[in-house]
């Protein structure tokens, strides 16, 4: 049983900044691969980015490249999510997934977090 928590959502500006962590625990979660996806209101769940443990595969949406930033912290057990220059249409629920395999597809997660909502509005 792997499990996943999510923190650092709020309310931000347009432009501004935010980074989003994810604790993860349990047996095995060091096998997996770590992502992060986010849903609108009304949207379909989208891929943001992942990452493996290993720290030698990253991989982002079109949407956010160049914006935000995924890594890991093997020590602390945490992925975090930095994103910068935020817009309005990155208001969602943000969740910490993980994985068994390389994905983009909210279908092929093993895992979820429970969420954590940004708001980016003036």
């Known amino acids: 049983q792997v499990q996943l928590v999510e923190s650092g959502g709020g309310l931000v500006q347009p432009g501004y900044s935010l980074r989003l962590s994810c604790a993860a625990s349990?047996?095995?979660?060091?096998?997996?691969?770590m992502y992060w996806f986010r849903q609108a209101p009304g949207k379909e769940r989208e891929f943001v980015a992942r990452?493996?443990?290993?720290?030698?595969?990253?991989y982002y949406a079109d949407s956010v490249k160049g914006r935000f930033t995924i890594s890991r912290d093997s020590a602390k057990n945490t992925v975090s999510l930095q994103m910068n220059s935020l817009k309005p249409e990155d208001t969602a629920v943000y969740y910490c997934?993980?994985?068994?395999?390389?994905?983009?597809?909210?279908?092929?997660?093993?895992?979820w977090g429970k969420g954590t909502l940004v708001t980016v509005s003036s």
């Open positions: 349990g047996r095995t979660y060091r096998s997996l691969i």
């Open positions: 997934a993980a994985g068994r395999y390389y994905s983009t597809a909210a279908g092929g997660m093993d895992y």
């Open positions: 990452i493996n443990w290993g720290n030698t595969n990253k």
